[in-house]
Every structure is written in C-alpha cells, then in structure tokens.
C-alpha cells in the first residue's frame, strides 16, 4: 500500500517570504500522480498543483511550484512572496496512474499546517 | 466554488443513530468519492461510486454505506452512531473514473456525535 509522510506538522513564514514544505512517499509503482491540496479555516479541499511521475518537469502554477524527485520519492512544495491568504493545512496527496478497476481514490499525508506572518 | 455541493453543512446528533449526507458531483462528472477527516485518523478514503456502480472501498466501517442514484447524486448512511464518528466528511467527484482526472472536493459536512 502507498503512503505519504509530511514530516513537518506546523511551519511559519514571513510575508512576501519563500517557504517550502515537504512530502515524501512510498510506492511501487512507476507511474502515478501526486497533488498539494491546501485546507484554509473555511475547511474546503483547494486543489494547488499537481505532477504527473512520467514528467520530469517540475509543475508549477503561478507563485506554486514544486521540487519532485522520483528517484528519492520526494515531492516538496514552494510558496514564492508568500501571502496571509496562503496560511493553511497543506495536504500532499498520491493517487495510481492506472487503475484496472477504474478507481483512482487518494492517499494523503497528515497535512503542514503553514503560518504566515505579517 | 469547486462544483461539488453538500448538504447539509453541520450536523449533530446523539450516539446510536443515524444520518444521510448527501452530495451532488460537478455537473456531468460521473465518479463520487467519499472520504472521513478525523483528527486522530487524517483524511481517508471511504468508498467511490462510477456513474451508479460501486468502485471501491477503503477504510468504511460496516455501519457506513453508501449509494449513487441515477441522476447522479451520492448519500453516506451512517448509522448506529459513536462518538468517534465525529469528523468532517468531504465528497469529491471527477469526470470520468479515468486515469487523468481530477478530483474537486465540496465543502465538507461537519458531523458531530454527542
């Protein structure tokens, strides 16, 4: 089975400031995706990124861009000019590539909980 | 907005009964998912219809189920209830079950068992 470790439960960063949280993974598979999902107080799932492991591309998404290392199973996430909007649990999530039942659920971690700090 | 609505927003109710969350998935997407937030557990993966049929299961308890109806729209029946049943329940839905999708959760239900 996969599973996905954040080992930083809470961070803090200075506004205007880069932070970069970290997510590793384990897996057997070859292909799968990889998601940051950040939880503001509201409690909604807000989609940040995602990666494909066939891409060696890093993805990035405006001021969001994450550092992904097959090799090492790392996925780490990096929040340029941070801004007070951006405080919130962010939760690194892994989903197969392939299903032969058609069933693509995720496996997230415990969730960064990121301060940002006027 | 992702889409993905949920009703109702809070609920609370006493230990030993039963409840129905509902969800209604982004217009035309055909897959549910159901997951459980929990402080002591994180969030997990519960069960996922496709367009009506049951896809797989995760971590549900035998006291949970779950259905798709034709117009798509899911229900989580949660019954005899427990005070460890109080967590955030999300749904989220994606287009197809296919391998490229993405899934946009909704707001979450918020159960509380006294």
């Known amino acids: 089975a996969q599973t996905v470790t954040q080992s930083q439960p809470e961070m803090s960063v200075q506004e205007a400031e880069t932070v970069t949280l970290s997510c590793t993974y384990d897996?057997?598979?070859?292909?799968?995706?990889l998601f940051w999902y950040k939880q503001p107080p509201s409690r909604q799932m807000i989609l940040v990124i995602r990666?494909?492991?066939?891409?060696?591309q890093n993805a990035t998404e405006n001021r969001f861009s994450v550092n992904f290392q097959k090799a090492a199973k790392s996925f780490s996430l990096k929040i340029s000019d941070s801004q007070l909007g951006d405080a919130a649990m962010y939760f690194c999530?892994?989903?197969?590539?392939?299903?032969?039942?058609?069933?693509?659920?995720?496996?997230f971690g415990k969730g960064t909980k990121l301060s940002v700090i006027p | 907005d992702s889409g993905v609505t949920q009703t109702p927003k809070h609920l609370i109710t006493a230990t030993g009964q039963r409840v129905t969350l509902r969800c209604s998935p982004r217009?035309?997407?055909?897959?549910v998912y159901w997951y459980q937030q929990s402080l002591d557990q994180g969030l997990q993966f519960l069960i996922q219809?496709?367009?009506?049929?049951?896809?797989a299961k995760g971590n549900i308890l035998e006291r949970f189920s779950a259905q798709q109806f034709p117009d798509l729209h899911s229900e989580l029946n949660l019954s005899s209830l427990e005070l460890g049943d109080s967590a955030l329940y999300f749904c989220?839905?994606?287009?197809?079950?296919?391998?490229?999708?993405?899934?946009?959760f909704g707001p979450g239900t918020r159960l509380t068992v006294l």
């Open positions: 217009s035309g997407d055909l897959s």
């Open positions: 990666q494909e492991a066939y891409k060696q």
């Open positions: 999530a892994y989903r197969n590539f392939y299903s032969g039942a058609g069933s693509y659920q995720l496996t």
């Open positions: 989220a839905s994606s287009p197809g079950g296919g391998q490229a999708d993405t899934q946009y």
């Open positions: 897996t057997s598979e070859s292909d799968y995706y």
């Open positions: 219809y496709y367009n009506g049929e049951e896809r």
